[in-house]
């Protein structure tokens, strides 16, 4: 299918790192910008108190909302932090009066070295936690992984896969009505699962992830801006995650894991952040992915519809519309407090670009 404009209804970031204060500030008009009706929210801050208690939730998303203008009903999807201590009550309670929409699990060591940025406080006994996903399956509460070994002697590029058949298949085999999102998938194995679970298993996966493979953290040397948790995959991983999803399979859908970082935080030698800042032109991005697949009439469930109305949502009856015209993706952005942000593909030329209202 060859078009030169499409429209759809307004897009669902099931993914999104907004963090808090100035970069908070700073990251959320690009996101209002590319005219998301609705972002799952990711509340990995500085402390998980900051999203796994309800009173700091509503605080949280208060924030979030202050910084929207007037006459925007974009609408922010807040996510309970898990850890150990939370209780199935507080959990049931803050999903049944509409504070958390979802519960994220980040897996986590006893010695608190987590998977992921800010990750440190979550799981640390998976089978600990069955009780309360008991209670979620019963709820209809949905189950947002960031599903990666934490085991520090698993190969970097296995640990989704290992994950995979040590957690996430025994978690679904335990309870087949637990709602699981399978975030930002990378690997062909991973994918596959999800095709073959059931209609209860479902699948972010991030513009970035499609469009490049493992050698970009390594053209021209080392290339932080480039490297993410989880990290992109050889090809053969990404051809076939790229694959399903451009085929139009309902259970996969747009989520951008957009995660800014300073770019000093991201360039230094050691500890260097991992995250993809994408926000600025993730439709654009996603666009291009489908366009050159040919596979343009699945772009739309994708973005849109897919699997949305397990957040509380619904597809948007207000449109946004992208049309076939060179757009260049700004470079970098700063905070107030002059934080340099790099973001995803920045100078470079895009095929389509988002129509501004």
């Not at 994918?191 to 493992?214: E, K, Q, W, Y």
């Not at 399903?244 to 030698?269: E, L, M, N, Q, Y």
Request: aromatic residues 8%; hydrophobic residues 35%; proline residues 7%.
């Amino acid at each position: 299918m060859t078009t030169d404009t499409i429209t759809i209804p307004r897009w669902v970031d099931r993914h999104l790192h907004l963090r808090d204060g100035d970069m908070l500030e700073a990251v959320l008009p690009h996101t209002l910008s590319t005219q998301a009706a609705a972002a799952v929210i990711m509340g990995n801050l500085q402390h998980p108190n900051e999203t796994s208690t309800i009173a700091n939730t509503i605080a949280y998303r208060e924030r979030i909302k202050a910084l929207i203008p007037p006459g925007s009903d974009f609408n922010p999807i807040m996510t309970c932090y898990l850890t150990d201590e939370i209780t199935r009550e507080e959990v049931i309670r803050g999903f049944k009066e509409g504070i958390w929409r979802a519960v994220k699990l980040y897996l986590s060591l006893k010695d608190g070295s987590g998977g992921t940025s800010n990750s440190s406080y979550g799981v640390k006994d998976l089978r600990g936690r069955y009780p309360l996903f008991a209670a979620m399956e019963k709820e209809g509460i949905p189950l947002l992984g960031h599903f990666e070994s934490v085991d520090p002697d698993t190969d970097e590029f296995d640990r989704e896969m290992i994950c995979l058949y040590l957690n996430v298949i025994p978690l679904h085999e335990a309870f087949p009505g637990l709602k699981i999102v399978f975030e930002h998938l990378t690997d062909s194995r991973a994918a596959d699962f999800v095709v073959s679970a059931g209609p209860n298993v479902f699948a972010t996966v991030t513009p970035h992830h499609l469009m490049i493979n493992r050698n970009a953290m390594y053209n021209g040397g080392m290339n932080p801006i480039k490297y993410c948790r989880p990290v992109p995959k050889r090809e053969e991983h990404r051809r076939r995650v790229r694959n399903i999803v451009t085929s139009g399979h309902p259970r996969f859908g747009a989520g951008s894991d957009s995660a800014p970082w300073d770019k000093a935080a991201k360039s230094r030698s050691t500890g260097c952040k991992g995250g993809i800042f994408n926000a600025l032109a993730a439709p654009a991005l996603y666009a291009t992915v489908f366009d050159q697949d040919n596979a343009m009439e699945h772009f739309e469930p994708f973005m849109s519809r897919n699997f949305v109305e397990i957040y509380g949502a619904k597809p948007s009856n207000r449109t946004m519309t992208l049309i076939r015209k060179p757009y260049t993706i700004p470079a970098e952005f700063s905070t107030e407090n002059g934080e340099v942000v790099e973001v995803f593909k920045g100078g470079e030329t895009l095929p389509w670009k988002l129509v501004v209202r």
